[in-house]
């Protein structure tokens, strides 16, 4: 009978990340279009007739109901296999990350409180981080590394390359990864949203000085890092 223990467990763990998976699809739809219309209005403004209108749908329930799900669903077995313990963490992470994603495509504005609540996720990565030391080392990179993008978008092009809000971002994001995970998703942020900008170039989709949202790139940057990289980079940094 004991053999059939770890078999049960996965069954459970992958049973929970399914359903956490459908809450977390539907819920981001159902969050994102009944969010206060001030969360996507800069300071000072009006929100619009869109966002102030309770009926409309700032994003539609098909099919990015049905794609969320599938994202969460896929990413919570993924983590849940490997720890459940930090599973948890990772996934409200991604979660406010899509939302702020999401409304920096659409608005060109990333909420506040998302940041905020990103940054309370640090709590959960305190003991993968080495402890608070880390992840105040990892916040202050964050805020270097994005104010280096503003910088350099600023000197070569006479604007800024990143907006106050991702710089907001990325330093919540730094307390949550730690040193070596912020650098890393900044890495790959990069090299995404370089080839993607080189594409739509190409396609002649988007002007040579032409500037695109940033939180979707780190969005997946942060994907990418959370299945593929975690706990790994520390450990080749080691060797």
Not at 23 to 39: D, H, I, Q
Not at 45 to 68: A, C, G, H, N
Not at 114 to 130: D, E, K, Q, S
Not at 154 to 176: E, I, N, Q
Request: include cysteine; aromatic fraction near 14%; charge should be positive.
């Amino acid at each position: 009978m004991s053999q059939y223990i770890p078999v049960l467990a996965a069954f459970v763990k992958c049973l929970a990340a399914i359903l956490a998976g459908i809450l977390l699809g539907n819920g981001a739809v159902y969050f994102f279009n009944k969010m206060p219309a001030g969360w996507f209005t800069e300071y000072g403004e009006r929100p619009s007739d869109e966002l102030l209108d309770p009926y409309t749908q700032r994003i539609k329930s098909y099919p990015w109901k049905f794609v969320l799900t599938m994202f969460f669903v896929a990413a919570g077995i993924c983590f849940v296999m490997r720890d459940y313990r930090s599973a948890v963490p990772m996934v409200i992470v991604l979660w406010l990350l899509v939302e702020m994603a999401i409304g920096d495509a659409k608005y060109r504005i990333i909420p506040d409180e998302l940041v905020v609540l990103t940054a309370i996720t640090a709590i959960g990565f305190v003991n993968y981080n080495g402890g608070w030391k880390d992840c105040l080392i990892g916040a202050g990179a964050g805020f270097a590394l994005m104010g280096l993008i503003a910088l350099t978008g600023r000197l070569l092009y006479g604007k800024s390359g990143a907006g106050g809000g991702d710089l907001k971002l990325f330093t919540a994001l730094g307390l949550v990864l730690g040193l070596y995970g912020i650098i890393t998703v900044f890495v790959l942020m990069a090299c995404i949203s370089a080839a993607h900008y080189i594409i739509l170039i190409i396609r002649k989709k988007l002007e040579k000085d032409g500037t695109m949202p940033l939180v979707p790139y780190i969005t997946a940057a942060v994907t990418i890092y959370f299945i593929f990289l975690w706990g790994k980079v520390e450990l080749l940094l080691t060797l």
